[in-house]
C-alpha cells in the first residue's frame, strides 16, 4: 500500500491513486457571502485583528507570527457549538490502494470529548522558502484525508469538504467533492476561490468560514 505524507505530496503521488477534476478560479455559490451577516462585536473582534495587521510587513513575517496575529483569530471567529478550531491537527486515513498520513496546520471542526472527529476545513500555512512544496498538493492530501475520516462517520458516498492555504495574510480557499471512497482511485472535484488579502478583506473571509460551517450545522452540533 502506498503511502502519501501530507509534508512531501506531489502532484504526480496524487495522480497515481486519485482521479483529479481540477476546476477554475470562479465566484462560486460557496463564495458569494454578501447575505451573511456579522454582528456588531464580531465586526469589533475583526476591527482588532486587523488593526494588528495594518501597519505589518505580512510577507516578511515568520509562519508562526502571522498564524497567531492573523490566521488562527480569524478561525475562532468562525467557531459554532461544537465546530472548533483547532492547531497542529493529525490526519490519517486508509484508502483501499493508498493511505495519507500527516499535520494538518488548522482545522475547523467537530469536536468530541477532546478530539476533532469530523474536520470540516483544514488549512495549509504555506511554508517560506524555494525548497518547500507547492501548498496546493498537500492541501488536495488533507482534503483527502479528511472527507475519509467524515465518510467513516456518515457513509455519505460523495463526500463534501472544504480547505485553505494561507501565504502571509493571503487566504485561498478550495471546495473538493469526493466519491469513490471504497474503490481503487477515487474521484476528487475541485472548485478554488480567488485570493482574499485579510487586512483589507476580513469581513469576507470570516464570511465565508460561516458560511461553509453553517453547510455543516445540524442539531447535533449547536
Not at 513575517?61 to 496575529?69: K, S
Not at 500555512?125 to 512544496?133: D, L, P, Y
Not at 469581513?203 to 442539531?219: N, P, Q, Y
Request: proline share 3%; hydrophobic share 40%.
Amino acid at each position: 500500500m502506498e503511502k502519501l505524507i501530507l509534508s512531501k505530496i506531489s502532484l504526480a503521488d496524487l495522480k497515481t491513486v486519485v482521479q483529479l477534476q481540477e476546476g477554475t478560479i470562479a465566484s462560486y455559490p460557496w463564495t458569494l457571502v454578501d447575505s451573511i451577516s456579522l454582528n456588531d462585536q464580531e465586526l469589533r473582534q475583526l476591527q482588532d485583528i486587523q488593526s494588528h495587521l495594518w501597519n505589518e510587513d505580512t510577507h516578511l513575517m515568520n509562519e508562526a507570527t502571522i498564524w497567531a496575529r492573523g490566521i488562527y483569530p480569524l478561525l475562532l471567529l468562525a467557531e459554532r457549538g461544537a465546530i472548533r478550531a483547532w492547531a497542529a491537527v493529525p490526519l490519517q486515513a486508509h484508502y483501499r490502494q493508498f493511505e495519507v498520513d500527516g499535520i494538518a496546520d488548522g482545522v475547523l471542526g467537530k469536536v468530541v470529548v477532546g478530539r476533532i472527529e469530523s474536520p470540516y476545513l483544514v488549512i495549509v500555512e504555506t511554508k517560506k522558502g524555494v525548497e518547500n512544496q507547492n501548498p496546493v498538493f498537500q492541501l488536495y492530501g488533507q482534503l483527502l484525508a479528511a472527507a475519509h475520516l467524515n465518510w467513516e462517520h456518515d457513509s455519505q458516498p460523495k463526500q463534501e469538504i472544504f480547505g485553505c492555504y494561507t501565504i502571509a495574510d493571503v487566504w485561498k480557499f478550495v471546495r473538493a467533492e469526493i466519491e469513490g471512497m471504497d474503490t481503487d482511485r477515487p474521484v476528487m472535484q475541485l472548485e478554488y476561490s480567488r485570493e482574499y488579502v485579510e487586512k483589507l478583506e476580513s469581513e469576507t473571509i470570516l464570511k465565508i468560514l460561516k458560511g461553509i460551517i453553517t453547510r455543516f450545522v445540524s442539531d447535533k452540533t449547536n
